[in-house]
């Protein structure tokens, strides 16, 4: 299995902004469909934002659409999650995962029984 580590996680206000990185152990990102997940309590794992291995077409749920950004630094082999406007109901666990599943379904990387491969997570509160 490989071995992810994500970092960034913390208590914001809402409207405030955190930026996540998911940084890969002993293996290069570029090939792999690449996703970020959220966990919230009593809640099941839900994608945020994915980028496809094949076409490197980035998604988004319709919850975090406008609001939050993936950027992949090949330079620095390390995906961040850019959120912002962050709202007490993105209180979440959030992961990065990476598959080499493919499917032909759209925005199949956001469904997370596609992945094998998580990282830790990080843990977002938004509250005032």
């Known amino acids: 299995q490989l071995q992810l580590v994500e970092s960034g996680g913390g208590l914001v206000q809402p409207g405030e902004s955190l930026n996540l990185s998911c940084a890969p152990s002993g293996f290069i990102l570029d090939g792999y469909t690449i996703g970020w997940f959220r966990q919230a309590p009593g809640k099941e794992r839900e994608g945020a934002s994915c980028?496809?291995?094949?076409?490197?077409?980035?998604h988004y749920a319709d919850s975090v659409r406008g609001r939050f950004t993936f950027h992949n630094d090949k330079a620095e082999n390390t995906v961040y999650l850019q959120m912002t406007s962050l709202k007490p109901e993105d209180t979440a666990v959030y992961y990065c995962?990476?598959?080499?599943?493919?499917?032909?379904?759209?925005?199949?990387?956001?469904?997370?029984?596609?992945?094998?491969?998580w990282g830790q997570g990080t843990q977002v509160t938004v509250s005032s």
């Open positions: 980028m496809s291995g094949v076409g490197r077409r980035i």
């Open positions: 995962a990476v598959t080499t599943r493919y499917s032909m379904r759209e925005a199949y990387c956001l469904l997370p029984e596609y992945f094998a491969s």
